[in-house]
């Protein structure tokens, strides 16, 4: 089931009695979903990434900007100008072989987001303005994929899981319409501490790493 390196590998997971060898194998079956490969995305790949996960999805449209390394840890320097999906990709082969990365290097809309996400298990949504977050939500909703909901703002993160299959409530439950155009602003009006974007990241691969394992 396993090969000697990958014992090896996964022998910090595997040592956990809440893990073990049948839990290391569920993340390793598992695939995940993140929206965007900014500084939500960044931590979350990393995390998920090492720990096995079978697969990945990355969708994000955007190319690398030199503003975006205060806080979108996965690209460098040399990677401005690049795709972001491309620059995540390269680091996360390097990082681990096991975890096949699929790129989706476009805008997730009403056209293609159902299509792109039944493939999935788990949906992270690390995307940057409200009308993508709702689209997510209503798709994750309907395909009854347990949605990771992360923004963050200044100094303030938020963290949410909605979990459709299992009669959880959803994220317009919470919050029913859309707020208007320009009350809310974005990270690039208002500002972000790099380390909330990491923070929150990192605690959305968490949260999914306990829905593959079912812990927590």
């Known amino acids: 089931m396993f090969t000697e390196k990958q014992i090896f590998r996964y022998s910090r997971h595997i040592l956990l009695p809440e893990v073990g060898v049948a839990g290391q194998k569920k993340i390793q079956e598992a695939r995940v979903f993140i929206l965007g490969a900014g500084g939500l995305g960044s931590p979350a790949l990393y995390y998920l990434t090492a720990a096995g996960v079978k697969e990945i999805g990355v969708a994000d449209a955007d190319e690398v900007d030199l503003s975006n390394l205060q806080r979108q840890i996965i690209h460098f320097t040399d990677d401005v ?16 072989p096991d975890t096949t ?10 056209d293609n987001a159902m299509e792109i996400l039944k493939g999935y ?10 009308p993508t977050r ?3 939500n209503d798709a994750s909703f309907f395909l009854r994929k347990v949605l990771v909901s992360g923004s963050i703002l200044r100094f303030d993160g938020q963290l949410t899981v909605f979990d459709a299959a299992n009669g959880s409530a959803c994220y317009r439950c919470l919050y029913p319409e859309l707020p208007p155009a320009g009350m809310v602003p974005t990270c690039q009006e208002a500002g972000v501490l790099g380390v909330v974007a990491g923070t ?14 079912g812990i927590g």
């Not at 990365?101 to 809309?109: G, L």
């Open 134 to 136: 709702y689209l997510l």
């Open 101 to 110: 990365i699929t790129t989706y290097n476009e805008r997730i809309n009403a």
């Open 81 to 96: 100008g690049a795709p972001k999906t491309e620059s995540a990709k390269l680091k996360l082969n390097d990082l681990n």
């Open 200 to 213: 929150i990241g990192v605690l959305q691969a968490q949260e999914a790493l306990k829905v593959i394992l």
């Open 121 to 130: 298990d788990i949906v992270l949504d690390g995307s940057d303005n409200f």
